[in-house]
């Protein structure tokens, strides 16, 4: 059973930095391409980063420069660290893994195999 557990959320100020980590059991995270999603009130949720089946790193454009993607295979964790946070960052975010993701696939909420429950970042003064 793959399960997913992200933590790491919390309030921060605008310029402020947070890392959202997301603790995989049941499978190696190494196998899998892994993604992190953000849904903010009202809107759909959208990708934010991931790294495909391949290796490749991808982010929303509104984040580039910003949020750093990465996973520890030793902790099977995946993270993804923010800094120069903005308000408009508020959202819930959720982490996922999809096998056999190519491309910016993983951007995508379709074909995700497992996401996690969400952690909510409030960027506020």
């Known amino acids: 059973q793959l399960q997913l557990v992200e933590s790491g959320g919390g309030l921060v100020q605008p310029g402020g930095s947070l890392r959202l980590s997301c603790a995989a059991s049941?499978?190696?995270?190494?196998?899998?391409?892994i993604s992190w999603f953000r849904q903010a009130p009202g809107k759909d949720r959208e990708g934010v980063s991931c790294i495909n089946t391949g290796g490749s790193i991808y982010y929303v454009d509104s984040v580039k420069g910003r949020f750093t993607i990465s996973r520890d295979s030793a902790k099977n964790t995946m993270y993804l660290q923010m800094s120069s946070l903005k308000p408009e960052d508020t959202a819930v975010y959720y982490c996922a893994v999809g096998a056999r993701m190519y491309g910016s696939s993983c951007l995508y909420r379709h074909g995700m195999d497992s996401w996690g429950k969400g952690t909510l970042v409030t960027v506020s003064s």
């Open positions: 049941g499978f190696t995270l190494d196998y899998y391409a």
